[in-house]
């Protein structure tokens, strides 16, 4: 069996579903299977990999990688292998990380503020904010991806939230691989370095104003006002973030780290105790949510959304963009022991459900099915 995976971004570029593929590509290899990830995003150098990496093909070159493989499967919101699949008569599955058949954005999210996740209230809503021709040209767009959603092989949610959210027909739900495993080596530091830890993008979309509000009337209590935060990550939003922490006289205890990857990410988790995963909006899966965990950390994270699914019972949880809620969750773990102990015991199963082998081989069976069911036509 030979998957080609597509995902029209890829490393060097970094993000979700980037690190999805990765890692589902990888661990297809390593289970004895042969995988080419096939991609939009240019590099000037490659890292060593177990697999085959090709980047901006042609026309042909497409055909040909298609006609090679057994089955063609899109990681993401893009269409653009089903018809090479269609032409060499190959099966064709769709992994929905996101909403992109429901709405415009893909996001449910655009400018800072929620958007409708539903098709026509969706394109009347950026029909007011775009105008016309951009109201014409996402409509065929959003035409095209429900076409094809109603045509592949098999669609497959993410989440149940997604499911949920974007019901299709013939659609399963299989929870895409994030490399978890690696976070499961962390160990904490002593002394602790900082209490709460914030790891992703800084974007409107994450929920950081909803965290610092949170945090700012946390440390206004006297007995926690030498409690720390660290937040992870850069992005358009810092520069506002930083200056919201310093006109709350915060800076003492908030700590802009800026990105972090690799072994320095590994030891900046390692010296925090609670993470905290405050997204505005609804989260298709809960990557981070899941590495937090696996790193023996509490997590906190959002209700509405991936994340709270994936975290369980391992977990709290706070109405999306309510700081009063999250400030709750946050002062209740500090102030009880004995919660922190049931929720870190939780977390153990929930990290053995959610381990990337496992992940992977329910792939690989759907693999199989689909590809089974082609010959047996």
Known sequence: ??????????????????????????????????????????????????????????????????????????????????????????????????????????????????????????????????????????????????????????????????????????????YTPYPISQFKQIKQVYPRKYYFIYVGRLVSEKGLPELIQ????????????????????????????????????????????????GAELMEVMSQAAIGVVPSAWEEPMGGVSLELLAAGKIVITSEFGGHAECIGDAGLKFKNRDYQSLFECMKNLISNQSLNEKLLENSYKIIEEFDDIKLTKKYLEIYENIINREYAK
Request: hydrophobic content about 40%; glycine content about 6%; charged content about 20%.
């Open 214 to 261: 949170a945090f700012h009337a946390l440390v206004s209590i006297s007995d926690f006002q030498n409690i720390n935060l660290a937040i992870v990550g850069d992005g358009n939003m810092r520069k506002l973030l930083e200056k919201m922490v310093t006109d709350l006289q915060l800076s003492d205890n908030v700590h802009f780290l800026g990105s972090k990857h």
């Open 1 to 174: 069996m030979k998957i080609l995976l597509y995902s029209s971004v890829f490393w060097p570029s970094l993000g979700g579903v980037e690190t999805i593929t990765a890692t589902l590509a990888e661990n297809i290899t390593k289970l004895g299977y042969e995988c080419i990830v096939v991609t939009e995003t240019p590099s000037n150098r490659e890292e060593p990999r177990c697999y085959q990496v090709v980047r901006q093909p042609t026309f042909r070159e497409r055909l040909s990688l298609t006609r090679e493989c057994s089955l063609v499967h899109s990681n993401g919101a893009s269409v653009t292998m089903y018809p090479f699949a269609r032409l060499a008569n190959k099966p064709f599955i769709w992994t929905h990380n996101g909403y992109q058949v429901s709405c415009v954005d893909g996001l449910g999210w655009f400018d800072g503020e929620p958007t409708p996740m539903t098709p026509i209230a969706s394109l009347s809503y950026y029909l007011q904010k775009k105008g016309f021709i951009y109201f014409l040209k996402e409509s065929l767009k959003l035409a095209i991806r429900r076409y094809v959603a109603e045509n592949v092989d098999l669609n497959i949610a993410a989440t149940h939230w997604v499911a949920k959210r974007q019901p299709l027909k013939n659609q399963v739900v299989a």
